[in-house]
């Protein structure tokens, strides 16, 4: 009772994980196993847009997730539009999946705990729009130190590598909306999801329904 039925017409939003010898997931996916309205394909790829924003930020020591949380939100707040969650939460390993002192959020609290390498955090920027649809796509991410043109007052700069390897769904991306950047991401992404995926997959309905959803997006 009061639960939604999954259906052909309707967006499906998956957020799942695990507990593993060497590591926690936290995973988010959305779909749509029919034909989406141009609506839910905008929202979708403004979303998505975000989640490749922050996962190519570049940002000096001591940044917080308080500072960079408005990465993930730009595209959907051009549109007029928001969510009301945190972008992303530390992960632990077989403990709690939500772990501190990390997060990346417009709370206050995501100002205690500055953003270093080997943290893990989510990505995971959503729209919900109540009584019709929702969309979350969430990524693992660690934070790494990367190497910059210049190093301002010698304080290193940090940025992000994502962990998380499943596809995005290719029938809810709007490709008119996302730069030539952004497509190439996407694609790149893809890639080496199929690479690193494709070899473990036996069963040939897996195997084709990988190679469908991580095939080349084009304009």
Known sequence: QGSATVVKDLIFLCDSGGQYADGTTDVTR?????????????????????????????????????????FAR??????????????????????????????????????????????????EPGYYEDGSFGIRIENMMIAVEKKTKYNFQNIGFFGFETITFVPFDYKLIDTTVLTDAELKWINDYHTETWNKLSPSLKNECSYNWLKTYTNPLKK
């Open 30 to 70: 959305t779909y749509h196993f029919g034909t989406p309205t141009d609506k839910e394909k905008l929202c979708y790829t403004l979303v998505l847009k975000g989640v490749i924003a922050l996962a190519n930020a570049v940002f000096p020591d001591s940044t917080t997730g308080l500072q960079i949380d408005s």
């Open 74 to 123: 730009q595209f959907l707040w051009s549109y007029g539009l928001d969510y009301r969650h945190g972008t992303g939460h530390g992960i632990g390993h077989f403990l709690n999946v939500h772990e501190g002192p990390q997060q990346i959020s417009f709370r206050p609290l995501a100002m205690e705990a500055p953003i270093k390498p080997g943290m893990v955090v989510s990505n």
